[in-house]
């Protein structure tokens, strides 16, 4: 049972343009979020997180948006830079459950092409 | 500098053999959690601490033991490595267990055959 859901393997987008990235949730309860960056050979990184009680969170480049009613969030990327080519990993966590934990989905690879 | 380390970071194995990867976060984080990545699975946990000496299971705790005798020590002990735990293996920290980044350590590539 899959409660963090990246639908889409990979993305491939030019350098400059957006770059939108999904995520859906099935379980109700989670009521924060975060996305993680990760290269190869190296471990995830911290990007972005929002809390549900905002629909939107911008830092720089990234900016989060969380749509409660649709169980959905994506993240965008203006303008997308080849560095940023990596596995982007969306997490979700329960803050009233027992076991404190993010729960990941399976990764989306962007591309930036130059 | 500000850091979860892991060792060692690549282990080939055989089966049965007791092993060890050890992990240190320097920032006196209170929670730290390990992970393993499979291809296809994402991220998923295996055991959790909220502090010294307070440890429970995560996701797939199955062939793992943690210990946290220390703050910023959380080594993972597989007794008896079985070749369905060759995986990609991640420990984390954060300062507390809930709304707040997690730090991830590079990584230990495991191979168990």
């Known amino acids: 049972d899959q409660q963090v859901k990246q639908n889409s393997p990979s993305l491939s987008v030019q350098e400059g343009r957006i770059s939108i990235l999904n995520c859906d949730y099935t379980?109700?309860?989670?009521?924060?979020f975060l996305w993680y960056k990760k290269y190869p050979a190296e471990g995830p990184t911290f990007l972005i997180s929002?809390?549900?009680?905002?629909d939107k969170n911008e830092d720089g480049r990234f900016t989060v948006f969380l749509n409660k009613s649709a169980k959905h969030l994506s993240l965008h990327i203006v303008p997308s830079q080849p560095g940023d080519s990596a596995v982007y990993f969306c997490a979700a966590s329960d803050s009233g459950g027992s076991n404190y934990k993010l729960t990941f989905g399976k990764g989306t690879l962007l591309t930036v092409n130059p | 500098e500000a850091q979860v380390t892991q060792n060692p970071r690549y282990l080939i194995t055989v089966t049965g053999k007791k092993l060890t990867v050890t992990c240190s976060q320097n920032m006196n984080h209170e929670y730290m959690s390990w992970y393993r990545q499979d291809p296809g699975l994402g991220l998923r946990q295996i055991y959790y601490s909220m502090n010294v000496e307070v440890t429970d299971k995560g996701d797939v705790p199955e062939g793992y033991k943690v210990s946290r005798k220390e703050k910023r020590n959380f080594p993972l002990i597989l007794e008896s490595p079985s070749p369905n735990q060759t995986s990609l293996y991640f420990c984390a920290s954060s300062p507390q267990a809930l709304n707040t980044e997690a730090f991830f350590g590079q990584g230990t590539r495991l191979t168990v055959v």
């Open positions: 379980n109700s309860m989670f009521d924060y």
């Open positions: 929002i809390s549900s009680i905002k």
